[in-house]
């Protein structure tokens, strides 16, 4: 009887045993295969604190080729070390004087501003600049100009940073130009500078610079001097300026006209008509607008009147008043650093034939187009915020 019995033990453990080297060898392969599925991760990409690795050399792990698994264990004891908690209870920033878009930022971490000063690739930051110019000019300019431009160029001193806007896509052919890797190129072909200032000379980018030139390609700066011409504007507290033009030069307005009696004027008597208050465009708070200088202030006000789509800024001469107080004391002409309008109608040519018209003829007629369009929205403007506020609106809104 007791055989049997035995016989009956011994199977059973065998079977026992062979269940357990099956289940074994099934979890071996098993975990295999999901070793290999899965690729290697690098944790150098993985957006997690580096204070939670303080034993750990990541580039040496990343070497070593740390598979899923592995990193799984990593973060599991991690996990473990934190108290196994995601979940961030704490504070929240929100800062809501900060720039739109940044509320849940600190403020002290904010830059709000920036500059057009280049930078080296290397070293501190702190010794990058040697100097830090205080004024910005802009040429917009096409290659047929550019023996004008480099003379112009040289009556700015180093306190100015030069930026130049290629309406032709040229830029290349500057490199020659002792000055121009110094200088900023931006190139779009067939826009004009007004079109350029929108986009690139938004005030938060040009508020380091005191004064902001914004000129056109056809200026004769023979007898200019760009720094006397800043300590006169400064002394006679322009916040928008112009030189005055050479008489023999191409005129359209008495008011730019250049005197030799005079170090800057701020009126003029026009044509009979013209000018219904002595203190209004174009006899008085007016410049035109081949050659204006704005002061900081004066810029963050025009660039917000500029409009997005009117690119030749026609009309915008007219507005420029409404950006200084009082306007008939902050706008003027300085005579006393005068420059010639060469009158060289280069940006016509980058017009289109259409209709039988010429490519000249075509850019003309949009820039009166453009100078009506702007009067209306302006009037518009003005129409609109008066019945808001429940005020009577002026006799002119135009002017």
Same mark, same amino acid.
């Given at each position: 009887?007791?055989?049997?019995?035995?016989?009956?033990?011994?199977?059973?453990?065998?079977?026992?045993?062979?269940?357990?080297?099956?289940?074994?060898?099934?979890?071996?392969?098993?975990?295999?295969?999901?070793?290999?599925?899965?690729?290697? $991760?690098?944790?150098?990409?993985?957006?997690?604190?580096?204070?939670?690795?303080?034993?750990?050399?990541?580039?040496?792990?990343?070497?070593?080729?740390?598979?899923?698994?592995?990193?799984?264990?990593?973060?599991?004891?991690?996990?473990?070390?934190?108290?196994?908690?995601?979940?961030?209870?704490?504070?929240?920033?929100?800062?809501?004087?900060?720039?739109?878009?940044?509320?849940?930022?600190?403020?002290? $971490?904010?830059?709000?501003?920036?500059?057009?000063?280049?930078?080296?690739?290397?070293?501190?930051?702190?010794?990058?600049?040697?100097i830090k110019p205080r004024y910005l000019v802009t040429f917009t300019v096409g290659i047929k100009q550019k023996s004008n431009i480099d003379a112009a160029v040289k009556k700015f001193s180093e306190?100015?940073?030069?930026?130049?806007?290629?309406?032709?896509?040229?830029?290349?052919?500057?490199?020659?130009?002792?000055?121009?890797?110094?200088?900023?190129?931006?190139?779009?072909?067939?826009?004009?500078?007004?079109?350029?200032?929108?986009?690139?000379?938004?005030?938060?980018?040009?508020?380091?610079?005191?004064?902001?030139?914004?000129?056109?390609?056809?200026?004769?700066?023979?007898?200019?001097?760009?720094?006397?011409?800043?300590?006169?504007?400064?002394?006679?507290?322009?916040?928008?300026?112009?030189?005055?033009?050479?008489?023999?030069?191409?005129?359209?307005?008495?008011?730019?006209?250049?005197?030799?009696?005079?170090?800057?004027?701020?009126?003029?008597?026009?044509?009979?008509?013209?000018?219904?208050?002595?203190?209004?465009?174009?006899?008085?708070?007016?410049?035109?607008?081949?050659?204006?200088?704005?002061?900081?202030?004066?810029?963050?006000?025009?660039w917000h009147m500029i409009q997005n789509d009117l690119v030749h800024g026609w009309g915008l001469d007219f507005a420029l008043r409404r950006c200084v107080e009082p306007a008939h004391e902050k $706008?003027?002409?300085?005579?006393?650093?005068? $420059?010639?309008?060469?009158?060289?109608?280069?940006?016509?040519?980058?017009?289109?034939?259409?209709?039988?018209?010429?490519?000249?003829?075509?850019?003309?007629?949009?820039?009166?187009?453009?100078?009506?369009?702007?009067?209306?929205?302006?009037?518009?403007?003005?129409?609109?915020?008066?019945?808001?506020?429940?005020?009577?609106?002026?006799?002119?809104?135009?002017?």
């Amino acid at each position: 009887m007791g055989t049997p019995m035995k016989r009956s033990s011994n199977s059973r453990r065998r079977n026992d045993t062979m269940r357990l080297f099956v289940t074994t060898f099934i979890g071996v392969v098993f975990g295999f295969f999901l070793g290999v599925t899965f690729p290697t $991760i690098s944790l150098s990409k993985l957006p997690l604190p580096t204070n939670l690795f303080p034993s750990l050399d990541l580039p040496d792990i990343e070497k070593s080729g740390l598979s899923t698994q592995a990193l799984l264990n990593v973060l599991n004891s991690l996990k473990r070390r934190g108290g196994g908690s995601h979940k961030n209870d704490g504070p929240k920033i929100w800062v809501p004087s900060n720039p739109r878009g940044a509320e849940r930022l600190p403020p002290d $971490i904010v830059a709000s501003e920036s500059d057009l000063y280049t930078r080296r690739l290397w070293g501190l930051p702190s010794e990058d600049l040697i100097i830090k110019p205080r004024y910005l000019v802009t040429f917009t300019v096409g290659i047929k100009q550019k023996s004008n431009i480099d003379a112009a160029v040289k009556k700015f001193s180093e306190n100015f940073t030069i930026m130049l806007f290629h309406y032709d896509g040229r830029t290349t052919e500057w490199d020659d130009l002792e000055w121009s890797a110094r200088a900023i190129h931006v190139s779009t072909p067939k826009q004009t500078k007004w079109w350029y200032a929108k986009r690139f000379l938004h005030p938060d980018i040009v508020a380091p610079y005191d004064y902001i030139f914004i000129w056109d390609e056809d200026l004769g700066l023979g007898n200019f001097d760009a720094e006397e011409y800043i300590k006169l504007v400064k002394k006679h507290g322009l916040d928008i300026s112009q030189p005055g033009l050479e008489p023999s030069s191409g005129l359209t307005w008495q008011m730019t006209k250049g005197r030799n009696d005079t170090e800057v004027h701020k009126e003029t008597e026009e044509r009979p008509g013209w000018c219904s208050d002595p203190h209004l465009p174009p006899c008085a708070a007016f410049v035109e607008i081949m050659a204006p200088v704005f002061s900081r202030e004066a810029w963050r006000c025009v660039w917000h009147m500029i409009q997005n789509d009117l690119v030749h800024g026609w009309g915008l001469d007219f507005a420029l008043r409404r950006c200084v107080e009082p306007a008939h004391e902050k $706008i003027g002409v300085v005579d006393a650093q005068w $420059i010639v309008h060469q009158t060289v109608p280069s940006l016509g040519s980058q017009g289109k034939a259409e209709n039988g018209k010429a490519p000249w003829e075509g850019v003309r007629e949009r820039c009166r187009r453009e100078w009506t369009m702007f009067q209306d929205r302006m009037a518009t403007a003005e129409m609109a915020y008066y019945k808001a506020m429940g005020i009577d609106p002026p006799n002119s809104t135009t002017n």
